[in-house]
T-cell receptor, first 115, second 113 residues
Framework: AQSVAQPEDQVNVAEGNPLTVKCTYSVSGNPYLFWYVQYPNRGLQFLLK??????LVKGSYGFEAEFNKSQTSFHLKKPSALVSDSALYFC?????????????FGTGTRLTVIP | NAGVTQTPKFQVLKTGQSMTLQCAQDMNHEYMSWYRQDPGMGLRLIHYSVGAGITDQGEVPNGYNVSRSTTEDFPLRLLSAAPSQTSVYFC????????????FGSGTRLTVV
């Protein structure tokens, strides 16, 4: 069975400090992994993806994520956090249970960047 | 602007009432889907469509119907609203699958009393 775990409901970080939002997954076969961000009262926006290739993936707004196959993790990172990064972040995997074009989302992590 | 448009943005229903949540996209995307977002549960897939005339069930389809008569529109129908359907509903579309990312609408906040 597939699953996506975001172990932290809330992450607080000071502005200018590096940030990490954690995600671990369990899927059969090769994973397709994604990060989305949701700003208040908005729909989700695509940040980045890992399909194949380099384990370090770069995305929008200076975010990057590292695919670690042995630890089945896909943590989202940014070297220097901005107050405007405060949002809800979702990790997702390709949903092989309902269809290869569908996404299965984690429960989300709320990131707060403190000025 | 090109994108996914959802209407209405807010709706209050009484238990047992029916309604349709509208979703339209102008990007000629073949794939469209509906998710509901509930606190602590992330987004859960309700129904999806890979093209006009084709729909299928997601993880939580009970109590909802969909149709896809055109590429642009993918309405979600609540047949007899229940308090358990109080949620925020998001429509998403994609061109040629998930690897190009989904485009989400801004959501419909539904309250069933």
């Amino acid at each position: 069975a597939q699953s996506v775990a975001q172990p932290e409901d809330q992450v607080n970080v000071a502005e200018g400090n590096p940030l990490t939002v954690k995600c671990t997954y369990s899927v059969s076969g090769n994973p397709y992994l994604f990060w989305y961000v949701q700003y208040p009262n908005r729909g989700l926006q695509f940040l980045l993806k890992y399909i194949t290739g380099d384990n370090l993936v770069k995305g929008s707004y200076g975010f990057e994520a590292e695919f670690n196959k042995s630890q089945t993790s896909f943590h989202l990172k940014k070297p220097s956090a901005l107050v405007s990064d405060s949002a809800l972040y979702f990790c997702a995997v390709r949903d092989m249970k309902t269809g290869a074009n569908n996404l299965f989302f984690g429960t989300g992590t709320r990131l707060t960047v403190i000025p | 602007n090109a994108g996914v448009t959802q209407t209405p943005k807010f709706q209050v229903l009484k238990t047992g009432q029916s309604m349709t949540l509208q979703c339209a996209q102008d990007m000629n995307h073949e794939y469209m889907s509906w998710y509901r977002q509930d606190p602590g549960m992330g987004l859960r897939l309700i129904h999806y469509s890979v093209g006009a005339g084709i729909t299928d069930q997601g993880e939580v389809p009970n109590g909802y119907n969909v149709s896809r008569s055109t590429t642009e529109d993918f309405p979600l129908r609540l047949l007899s609203a229940a308090p358990s359907q109080t949620s925020v509903y998001f429509c998403a579309s994609s061109n040629q699958g998930i690897i190009y990312g989904y485009t989400f609408g801004s959501g419909t906040r539904l309250t069933v009393v």
